[in-house]
């Protein structure tokens, strides 16, 4: 095993994602299959690709989103902004249609006819067969778009799509968004200062959001908008047009009320179909709402235990089976994800007949269906697999080109304390029980709208197991607060984002030392990204005597410099629950750090900008707390430069191994000019 290989391959395969397959759509009868795949594991270009029969052709090269018509006849995409079409019946070259400026999210008709997309902030329609473009929306204010989701619907509702056709591709539904109320933010390239700032508008908690319409066009010109209380409802959280017609739903500024509304595109009148509360915030899940051929509406109902599947406002499903998304809705039945384990995702298929679960053993399931055929996907331990299902034939396999990681996870699956958290252990290949004692690093996530300890194969254990092979007992654990275990479970955190999750990681960190006697609890050190750096920031900070060390990646750590939906949603309005937000950010117990902390963040970063870090790094010098800072010149949220990606991994390692050495707690001890725990060592 060359561990020392493994920072380099996780970096060149884009964390072991280039040759996955992806974006899979089925034709009517089943019997060909369009998807995304790179060419290979090292490939960073995203390729179209038609299986037909047993044989894979590829058809375009560049391609990273797509759409096709209901007949599955024609398919739309976009290359460097060009747009282009391709009859799947024929052997024809694509065609290139000459359009008003750069193409943003084509989608043709569901009759092939036209295609529809966005370019410079105007929605615009093509005809495929003549060419004809036409403005269906357009504004002169350059604040306001048409046909683009904003930012807090695309990053924190499950909504990343602006406009939507109507079943006979003669009118279109379309978002109307302006950004007017929204404060302005720059970001400047600090490795070239002659780059001028660039401006984008944020809506961090507590301040406006972008004012946000639906509007119903026809293809003559004609328009309407839809009427709702967008004073009381200021989310548009959903939109689907089935054969009953537009189907919208909006949520409250607080997220404690969703309204699913019928619309009539005609009138622009809406009426009230279903509403739901919660005391806390009533939860977004995708695919829902919808309805089926008969018009019954399909909607998640949350009890405190189980988030049900509930069909004409009857719940189909049983008490411990966690609804995640709804995939599709096709006559009266209804395919989707649950979870009687949060280890565990399956894909399920309610009918008439009753409920069937289609995927079998431990993983996470993932499936597209046409009439009888199925395409399911696998991830389990031992890999990721894609095939196609027909009744009475053999699976027809899709294959994977992604690259095998360098090193092997082997993971002990553990159940932690009272509360039975979900736990893996990682330990060294070459560890020999009572051999020698072994540093421990948690590594979680542990946070909302992420669980890591699943049954599968991911690149966060293939990770964590680089890290067991230099000497750690790795340990993952998911608290209160991730997804995969019911509706109280999920609103454990609400209104305290960090106490509850740092509490479970030092129950996880026991029962595994419980299991394993090798780790050893004198050096622990806590490592995340993104929220899991926050955590990682806050456990060392408040917990000193169990955390030894932390690295935090991009970690949030002043809450009132993230969006609205998704802060809101734990904590409130930050004028109204100021206390709250103080409790939930690392900043404001800066003063108690004692252990050695490296924060990192991407100063390009605009969804937890880096400001998070530089205030908390502002915040610890003003107390007198030594601590290090990792700045990554031109990296976004997540860093994709191969020799960043790398080096970072190389950084965050020697990092942890200098900072729990044994001889290193005497002598920060005598520094800082107190005694701290283990520093006896």
Not at 82 to 106: F, H, I, M, N, Y
Not at 126 to 153: C, F, K, M, T, Y
Not at 174 to 191: E, H, L, M, N, S
Not at 605 to 610: C, L, S
Request: glycine content about 8%; hydrophobic content about 40%.
């Amino acid at each position: 095993m060359d561990t020392n290989a493994f920072p380099a391959q996780f970096a060149r395969t884009r964390r072991f994602t280039l040759g996955l397959p992806s974006a899979f759509t089925l034709s009517p009868d089943g019997r060909r299959v369009l998807f995304l795949r790179t060419q290979g594991p090292e490939d960073p270009t995203s390729c179209l690709w038609l299986l037909d029969g047993r044989e894979e052709h590829l058809l375009a090269s560049g391609v990273v989103a797509y759409s096709t018509d209901a007949a599955f006849t024609t398919v739309a995409f976009a290359v460097n902004g060009d747009l282009w079409t391709l009859e799947l019946k024929t052997s024809a070259q694509p065609q290139r249609l000459v359009t008003a400026g750069p193409v943003v999210d084509p989608r043709l008709d569901p009759t092939g006819c036209r295609v529809a997309y966005v370019t410079e902030r105007s929605l615009q329609v093509i005809d495929v067969a003549d060419g004809n473009d036409q403005v269906v929306a357009s504004d002169d204010d350059p604040e306001v778009s048409w046909g683009l989701a904003e930012h807090v619907a695309s990053e924190s509702m499950h909504r990343t799509r602006g406009y939507w056709w109507s079943p006979d591709g003669t009118r279109l539904l379309a978002a109307r968004v302006d950004q007017t109320p929204v404060q302005r933010w720059w970001i400047a390239d600090a490795a070239n200062p002659a780059s001028p700032p660039r401006e984008f508008a944020y809506p961090a908690a507590g301040t406006a959001n972008a004012l946000v319409s639906l509007h119903a066009f026809d293809l003559t010109g004609r328009s309407v908008e839809l009427q709702w209380d967008s004073t009381a409802y200021e989310y548009l959280t959903a939109v689907s047009w089935d054969s009953h017609g537009p189907l919208v739903t909006v949520q409250s500024r607080d997220q404690r009320t969703l309204q699913v509304l019928a619309a009539d595109p005609a009138t622009g009148q809406t009426h009230l179909l279903h509403e739901q509360r919660d005391d806390a915030w009533v939860e977004l899940i995708p695919g829902t709402p919808a309805r089926t051929a008969s018009g019954k509406l399909v909607h998640p109902e949350d009890t405190p235990d189980t988030r049900h599947l509930t069909v004409d406002g009857q719940r189909v499903t049983p008490a411990g089976l966690q609804l995640r998304a709804v995939l599709d809705v096709a006559g009266e039945s209804v395919l989707f994800l649950a979870s009687d384990d949060p280890t565990t995702c399956h894909l399920w298929l309610y009918d008439e007949e009753g409920l069937h679960q289609l995927s079998d053993g431990h993983g996470s399931y993932d499936g597209v269906r046409a009439g009888s055929t199925l395409l399911l996907t696998a991830n389990t331990e031992t890999g990721r697999t894609y095939a196609v299902r027909r009744p009475g034939q053999p699976d027809q396999p899709i294959a994977s080109l992604s690259a095998k990681p360098v090193v092997t996870p082997q993971i002990t699956w553990l159940h932690a304390g009272d509360l039975q958290l979900r736990t893996a252990l990682l330990l060294p290949s070459w560890h020999q029980p009572g051999s020698t004692k072994l540093p421990v690093l948690m590594a979680p996530y542990g946070g909302p709208a992420l669980a890591l300890v699943m049954r599968v194969s991911g690149h966060w254990f293939d990770t964590a197991q680089w890290y067991a092979e230099a000497g750690f007992a790795v340990v993952i654990a998911d608290g209160r607060g991730t997804p995969g275990r019911g509706p109280a479970w999920e609103k454990t955190v609400h209104r305290d984002t960090l106490s509850a999750p740092i509490e479970d990681q030092v129950t996880a960190l026991h029962a595994a030392a419980e299991y394993c006697a090798d780790l050893d609890l004198t050096r622990v050190g806590i490592m995340g990204w993104s929220y899991g750096g926050t955590l990682a920031t806050a456990a060392v900070l408040r917990r000193p005597d169990v955390f030894h060390a932390a690295v935090s990646g991009a970690g949030p750590s002043d809450q009132r410099l993230y969006d609205t939906h998704w802060r809101e949603r734990f904590l409130g309005h930050p004028d109204e629950h100021p206390e709250d937000y103080d409790r939930s950010s690392p900043i404001t117990d800066a003063a108690k750090l004692q252990r050695p902390l490296l924060l990192i963040h991407g100063l390009a970063d605009d969804n937890v900008v880096a400001a998070h870090t530089l205030r908390l790094s502002s915040a610890l010098l003003a107390a007198g707390r030594p601590h290090q800072v990792l700045p990554l010149s031109g990296a976004t949220h997540l860093p994709t430069d191969e020799a960043a990606v790398e080096g970072l991994m190389r950084h965050r390692l020697d990092f942890l191994k200098t900072a729990l050495a044994p001889k290193n707690f005497r002598r920060r001890a005598l520094a800082l000019g107190r005694d701290l725990p283990g520093a006896e060592l």
